[in-house]
């Protein structure tokens, strides 16, 4: 059974830094590329960034770019989204998704699975 | 980046009727089109890819159609557990973008 679990979600001030991390089981985590999609409360579905499954490339959306990285560790099965210099519009539930389609080295951001999500909150 | 607009935003529907959403991108998606359904408090779940193409495990009462930038999913004889929000998406680019939802509530 695939799983995704979140963690590292929390109120930060803005300006401050935050590092989520994903725990993935149930599937060969190298073969999938992951990524990160947020929901702002009452708001549709929002893309943040993606890694193709062996690492080799990154994805960020505009609204993050140079505020964000993401990374996988392959041996530990394991997601992480480092955010910095968070604002009020970054506030949201931040999901971890994982792609449909075994590919090590590809990537399309057709999400099969969804994590349960972490809630990130940037207020003063 | 490619916009997705759905409508209506809010549909007013019964048990056993026939629902249809539709969904717009802004420039052509080719078959790239998703749908997902959310559950108040739950994570949105993957129901059709590929314009028409059901997901593991979801009923066959969804279907959904269209091509390059036009798209809809039905509902044929709406059941109590599908009162929820859908969403579609394309994944023609890496950014996969979503619309910005219709909720399906009870009449």
């Known amino acids: 059974e695939v799983q995704l679990l979140e963690s590292g979600g929390g109120l930060v001030q803005p300006g401050g830094s935050l590092r989520l991390s994903c725990a993935a089981s149930?599937?060969?985590?190298?073969?999938?590329?992951m990524g990160w999609v947020r929901q702002a409360p009452g708001k549709g579905p929002e893309w943040v960034s993606s890694?193709?499954?062996?690492?080799?490339?990154?994805y960020f959306a505009d609204s993050v770019k140079g505020r964000v990285t993401v990374s996988r560790d392959n041996s530990k099965s394991t997601l992480y989204l480092q955010m910095n210099s968070l604002r009020a519009e970054d506030t949201a539930i931040y999901y971890c998704?994982?792609?449909?389609?075994?590919?090590?080295?590809?990537?399309?951001?057709?999400?099969?699975?969804w994590g349960q999500g972490t809630l990130v909150t940037v207020s003063s | 980046d490619i916009q997705m607009t759905q409508s209506p935003s809010t549909l007013s529907a019964s048990v056993g009727d026939r629902v249809t959403i539709t969904c717009r991108a802004s420039?052509?998606?080719?078959?790239?089109l998703a749908w997902y359904q959310q559950k108040p408090g739950k994570a949105p779940n993957l129901l059709i890819h590929?314009?028409?193409h059901l997901h593991s495990g979801v009923p066959s009462r969804f279907s959904g159609s269209g091509s390059g930038t036009e798209f809809t999913l039905t509902i044929s004889g709406l059941q109590p557990d599908d009162f929820a929000t859908y969403y579609c998406?394309?994944?023609?680019?890496?950014?996969?973008?979503f619309g910005q939802g219709t909720t399906v509530e009870v009449k």
């Open positions: 998704v994982k792609r449909d389609y075994f590919d090590a080295t590809g990537y399309a951001p057709l999400w099969e699975y």
């Open positions: 149930g599937f060969t985590f190298s073969g999938y590329a």
């Open positions: 890694i193709r499954g062996d690492g080799g490339r990154t």
């Open positions: 420039q052509t998606i080719n078959d790239w």
């Open positions: 590929k314009v028409s």
């Open positions: 998406q394309q994944y023609s680019t890496y950014s996969g973008t």
